[in-house]
């Protein structure tokens, strides 16, 4: 399940988001990249742990944490601090899959990579390519969203970031491990969730509302792991 969760930040929070980004030191994106993924990997990143990039996670960890669409969506247990690329002058990323377990720097804990999520800050018309092209069996999809937008598509896809030919293609990167570790759980609970609150907004008051919301919370319960 490919979702788009449009007006993650405000245009406010992109201005900020992309003066701070303007602002750190950029590095090669090698260096957080696994040993299949480093030979296909060409873009610039922030190191992870500047005060830029925390204070921008910490941001889109905020903004994420209040939005419904995004927690019905990812039923988020773990969110990586989110880190930061850049690709221009022709750079790209080849085919590719994310590694399955990350360690969160600077501590012990690890997160089982379920979801992954590109959040942009610049707008489609202000640079050429940069499409996040994503696989499953349904064909590509290739998304490039406006500024402030981000994807989430599960982590168990081939995946890849066509050249910027012209302009700057700047997003932030991070993983989710979700309460719903089965991609096909996850859709199920969010088509429910979304049916439940069409529902509401017709029918206020059914009955069967209540009953359903009940179904949905039991089969989280189930399904859940924490
Ligand atoms: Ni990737």
Redesign the pocket.
Known sequence: MLIKVPNVLTQEQVAEARQLLAEAEWTDGKATAGHQ?SRVKDNMQIPQGHPNARRLGEMILRALSANPLFMSAALPLHVFPPLFNSYSGGQK?GT?V?NSIRQVPGTNHRIRTDL?ATLFFEDPEKYEGGELCVEDTYGVHRVKLPAGDLVLYPATSL?HVTPVTRGARVCSFFWIQSMIRDDGQRSLLFDMDLAIQRLNQDHPDHPSATQLTGVYHNLLRQWAEM
Do not use: K, L, Y
């Open positions: 993924s990323f590719h994310d992954s995946h």
